[in-house]
């Protein structure tokens, strides 16, 4: 360490402390004798007290914390401190010398100054280094700010920081739980405590803003944090993660509040892009349902790995005509072709797959929404599972390659219309794997962060409104991932798989939707239950208090990829399951709703029973490389 930095250390600080011991005591003795000499007798008795002073104040300094902040961030608090501390070490001071000789040959009145001497020899020195240092600050209306993370991003913004002439935001002071960090300066700015500390801090350095530097922290990581910064109670801001920062210049314009997604989505998802790039790369690839929330962004991720083409197949004619206006602004070398179709039209479908002769499909294209699937139950089979059907046999007779169905955890012991079509239509699949050449795929995931419908929206809507919020119940869980990450494991799963497999998305730990709440409320700067209020009310049918991502039937076998887990399941009668297919095809033209009630409950037998489903226990196999 440089010979000045040494200067601003605690050691140095300490050493400073125990110098002033000596010269406000004898300077208590000069003023008692009016500031002339001091005679000879008296003199030899005060300074053969001073070794036992500094014995016994050094250890008083300590206990009552005078070095657990440092100079450049000395407040009140501080001061307190230091007098509390004077005060102490003079009482034993004196009593220790009252015990040891009735404090003969000591003036009473050097004791008092003696203290008020060393209170000021201590707290001045402090005070006056800290005014050196923020006057510049004060001359404008900067925020004093308290910056989390003195790693590589906390280190690129303090330097900005300094760097920039409208000093809109001031690094205070540094907070890390790495325990190498602490009493560490960065650009000057000292690492004085850790994550714990933060709401002591803010009061005692009077902090205004909290800086969140650390791109890199797990959504719990950032669960902890943010709570600890709400009892603060001031505003905090995040930085983007390291690979989306703007260039170093901007780092300050790149500062946000936090999101729900750094709550709830997780850690930065390792993906053998070499790999997905040889499944797409110089490929013509389909998406079925491209112009919603996982469709949209399933082309986003493929157009970035440069397909030989891009073909939207959407029946939402506004929803194709914005992801198509989208993707080619963003990526104006993309061959895109968006196609206006029905996944239920098999004339459409076969002339799809007939003019573009895909190699890679991606069937997205589903009815999703809960309660209004249970009021349709026609649409619902009709869409998830009839044309799933049709397409899926397209494939088979086109000879596409690959063929990958997007599913949901809902189909997992399902209560609900939307669970039993999308487990369906995972027995379609199946079964199609072992009657054609093409490889048929299954990712099963939960829910997606912010997709069209889901909850998250929904709740943003109503606390933009001032509430209340609405809650099933104060007990409902459910897999949250990000829509980006959910997409990029799809990818991931489509080169891995070799066909007829069910893929399982690892989603984490289940979230409460009542935390999603009260989060999403205390984000917008608000208080549960006193800003925004928060109703109960009561499960809607067709749904479950806590969702599943695996039958107790089917083995988990983890792969080579930590994050995707591979579901063996028992196989299914086709012919059985042809038949039902056909009758459903028959009932929906019939509108016999009824029929294919039942028809659902003959394909699906755990259908409807969520008190007598087997809930399956997580155990996966480990994933052991062929030899």
């Known amino acids: 360490m440089p010979r000045l930095d040494w200067l601003r250390t605690r050691s140095a600080a ?38 036992g002073l500094i014995l016994i104040q050094a250890p008083v300094f300590y206990y009552f914390g005078l070095y657990r902040g440092v100079w450049r961030f000395a407040s009140l608090p501080d001061l307190v401190r230091i007098i509390k501390a004077v005060v102490a070490g003079l009482a034993l001071c004196t009593a220790l010398l009252f015990l040891f000789n009735r404090l003969e040959g000591v003036p009473r009145a050097v004791l008092p100054v003696y203290g008020l001497l060393l209170a000021v020899a201590l707290g001045g020195p402090r005070l006056l280094y800290r005014w050196s240092k923020d006057k510049g600050s004060y001359r404008k209306a900067s925020k004093r700010s308290l910056i989390v993370g003195a790693g590589r991003a906390g280190e690129m913004i303090v330097r900005d920081l300094l760097r920039d002439p409208n000093r809109e935001y001031v690094p205070v002071a540094f907070v890390d739980d790495d325990r190498g960090k602490q009493c560490s300066d960065v650009h000057g700015i000292r690492v004085v405590g850790r994550c714990v500390d933060i709401p002591k801090l803010v009061r005692e350095l009077e902090i205004e803003l909290i800086l969140l530097a650390i791109p890199s922290a797990s959504a719990l990581e950032m669960r902890r944090i943010v709570g600890i910064c709400e009892e603060a109670d001031v505003e905090f801001r995040t930085l983007p993660r390291l690979q989306d920062f703007t260039p170093r210049n901007e780092i300050v314009d ?42 949209a962004e399933l082309c986003r991720q493929i157009a970035r790995v440069k397909p030989r083409a891009l073909v939207i197949f959407e029946l939402s004619e506004f929803a194709l005509y914005s992801i198509d206006q989208e993707l080619r602004d963003r990526f104006p070398d993309l061959t895109l072709y968006p196609v206006l179709g029905d996944v239920s039209d098999a004339a459409a479908v076969d002339r799809l797959l007939k003019d573009y002769q895909p190699d890679v499909v991606f069937h997205a294209a589903a009815y999703k929404h809960v309660p209004m699937l249970q009021r349709h139950i026609r649409e619902a089979v009709r869409n998830n599972i009839l044309g799933t059907r049709t397409i899926a046999e397209a494939v088979a007779r086109h000879h596409v390659e690959v063929f990958v169905l997007i599913s949901t955890d809902k189909a997992v012991n ?13 027995l379609v699949c199946q079964m199609l794997t072992r009657r054609s050449a093409s490889r048929f795929i299954t990712v099963r995931f939960g829910n997606v962060l912010g997709s069209a419908g889901s909850v998250v929206p929904r709740f943003q809507q109503q606390v933009r409104m001032g509430g209340p919020v609405t809650v099933t119940h104060p007990e ?19 080169v891995m798989g070799a066909g007829g497999e069910v893929f399982l998305l690892d989603m984490g730990e289940p979230v409460k939707i009542r935390f999603l709440a009260e989060q999403m409320i205390r984000l917008a700067g608000k208080t ?24 107790s039937r089917e083995q988990l076998v983890g792969t080579h990829h930590e994050k995707i887990l591979l579901a063996r399941h028992e196989d299914t009668d086709p012919q059985k399951l042809i038949q039902a297919l056909d009758e459903m095809a028959d009932a929906c033209e019939r509108y016999d709703e009824e029929a294919l009630e039942i028809l659902l409950h003959r394909v699906v037998p755990c259908y409807g029973e969520p008190e007598n489903a087997e809930v399956a226990e997580k155990k996966v196999i480990p994933f052991r490389a062929p030899a």
């Open 528 to 551: 549960p239950g006193r800003d925004v209020e928060i109703i109960y009310t009561g499960l809607r049918p067709g749904e479950k208090l806590r969702e599943e991502l695996v039958y």
């Open 476 to 494: 409902v869980t459910r897999y949250f991932m990000t829509i980006p990450e959910a997409c990029q494991l799809i990818l991931q799963a489509e």
């Open 14 to 51: 300490f050493l400073h402390d125990i110098l002033m011991i000596p010269v406000a005591w004898l300077s208590a003795w000069w003023l008692r004798y009016n500031l002339g000499a001091i005679p000879a007798d008296d003199l030899a008795v005060a300074v053969a007290i001073v070794p």
């Open 254 to 295: 790149s500062l946000r509040e936090v999101s729900i997604d750094d709550l709830l989505g997780r850690e930065q998802i390792e993906l053998d892009w070499r790999a997905i790039r040889g499944g797409i790369s110089g490929r013509t690839v389909v998406v079925t349902g491209g112009g919603g929330s996982i469709g």
């Open 414 to 426: 399902p209560v609900n219309v939307l669970g039993a079509t999308k487990r369906v239509a995972e």
